[in-house]
């Protein structure tokens, strides 16, 4: 029988809340590529045949518009995922996980939507808008609702779901991309998620509350009768209330039993606490070491220049491979994809620590191969090396951090502490992106055999917040 703090897995209804979760993670990782995906036919580049009309169903068949033009919608979305994670803690503590889910949705239904029948720039560009607000709600909200109705001894794997959500959302934007890059089918790929948020809206009274959130609110008949519907245990009544309130910085295998009683009285009285506001947190001393954890995990994974291998992947590999060109950013992608399925399995058993070190050693070392094979014309090396790093990024840097928000945040600080680490996390990301082009031309002086340079930055910024990282965070 299954112990009473210690439910076991998931019922089969269990994992059909997992999945409608993380569709939220899903549709982050669809929007990350999806203009860039129809670039061309979106901003009237492609030449039309001339016999073919200009208007389709109503609709123009593209957007006239710039590449900086192009630039600044794309970027649009940063802006929104950072609004959106700057007030994700207030709609979580006031309306729940399941009400952060909904209002996610909700942005991720009326954003694309309004893209996808966006005759002019304007209406295109709020349409990213609310999409990224969208996208930076639910990826405040995914993790954490995630860990608090995992099992524990799968909490880990299932927390690496929000990654591999993300990076399925983004494969399967860029395949889409590949068939409906055309003047008359463009807009299916951005109403393709629009009613995927709608389907998601409509199975959502189905759908249940955190048991640790229904606690916090003393709703304790609702919490019993949502921890019944998805652990296979047969008293999970009162599982929420004791495995949901653990230590997260502290490995529960690791501790003695008296510990254990010592931590469980402790963290009875935190569940029972207010919600802590942002500017409390960025003040509280006892919450200063889990805020660090936080930042410079979401630091490594930006701050890896992530972004600038993937700018540069299409074209070194498109050179190295010149008849598979079309096919080079979802190759990257499938291998991203293959290599974000290990840790699923691994993490519960290495440990967090253990995969965060082994990824950034990884990561760091493709960055040295693949600056050192862009200043010396190695094509070859910059190219394994940039897979390297994609395999390497993806086995650590990419979905641990995830896993760790809701692990190392007492109850009362965590939605506080996702916000502020994923606002952290759009703040870096648009920052890398911004300076990336520019840093680049400066540090190669014009001279193409000097572009690899950048990626020796990357690398350092990476060993410097894996090296803080690894000094606070035990695992």
Not at 364 to 371: D, E, H, T, Y
């Amino acid at each position: 029988m299954a112990n009473v703090h210690d439910p076991v897995a998931f019922t089969v209804y269990g994992w059909v809340v997992c999945s409608w979760l993380l569709i939220v993670s899903f549709q982050y990782g669809y929007h990350i590529s999806a203009l860039n995906q129809i670039q061309a036919v979106l901003t009237c580049r492609d030449a039309v045949d001339p016999g073919a009309p200009s208007v389709h169903y109503g609709l123009p068949t593209c957007i006239p518009m710039s590449d900086a033009t192009f630039s600044l919608v794309t970027s649009v979305y940063t802006v929104g995922g950072l609004l959106g994670s700057l007030g994700a803690n207030l709609v979580m503590d006031r309306w729940g996980r399941k009400g952060a889910t909904l209002a996610s949705a909700i942005a991720m239904a009326a954003g694309p939507a309004l893209m996808g029948v966006a005759s002019t720039l304007g209406p295109l560009a709020f349409g990213r808008l609310i999409t990224g607000i969208g996208a930076g709600i639910g990826l405040c909200v995914g993790p954490i609702f995630l860990s608090e109705i995992s099992p524990v001894k799968i909490r880990g794997a299932v927390g690496v779901l929000t990654q591999f959500a993300i990076v399925i959302g983004i494969m399967i934007t860029q395949a889409m991309g590949l068939q409906l890059a055309t003047p008359r089918q463009w807009r299916l790929v951005l109403l393709f998620s629009a009613a995927l948020s709608v389907a998601q809206l409509l199975v959502a009274p189905m759908m249940i509350e955190s048991p640790t959130w229904l606690n916090r609110q003393g709703l304790l008949q609702q919490k019993d009768a949502t921890s019944r519907r998805i652990w296979k245990s047969s008293q999970t009544m009162r599982a929420a209330s004791n495995f949901d309130t653990e230590d997260p910085l502290l490995n529960s295998g690791d501790i003695d039993a008296e510990t254990a009683a010592d931590d469980e009285s402790l963290k009875d009285a935190d569940v029972h606490e207010a919600a802590i506001s942002v500017p409390r947190l960025l003040v509280a001393k006892e919450l200063r070491r889990p805020l660090t954890i936080v930042c410079f995990s979401m630091l490594c994974q930006q701050l890896s220049g992530v972004n600038a291998v993937l700018y540069y992947s299409n074209d070194i590999l498109s050179k190295a491979i010149p008849d598979l060109g079309p096919y080079v950013s979802l190759g990257i992608t499938i291998v991203n994809f293959l290599t974000t399925a290990a840790p699923i399995f691994l993490i519960d058993r290495l440990g967090r620590k253990q995969l965060l070190s082994a990824s950034a050693g990884g990561a760091f070392i493709s960055l040295l191969c693949v600056g050192y094979g862009l200043n010396s014309g190695l094509t070859t090396l910059a190219s394994i090396a940039i897979l390297t790093f994609v395999a390497s990024f993806a086995i650590g840097i990419g979905p641990v951090p995830f896993v760790m928000i809701p692990e190392v945040s007492p109850h009362r600080a965590v939605s506080a502490l996702s916000s502020v680490g994923l606002s952290l996390n759009w703040v870096a990301n648009f920052l890398v992106g911004l300076v990336f082009l520019p840093l680049r031309n400066l540090l190669s002086h014009g001279d193409p055999m000097n572009e690899g340079r950048v990626f020796y930055v990357f690398a350092a910024l990476l060993f410097f917040c894996t090296f803080v990282l690894l000094r606070v965070y035990k695992g």
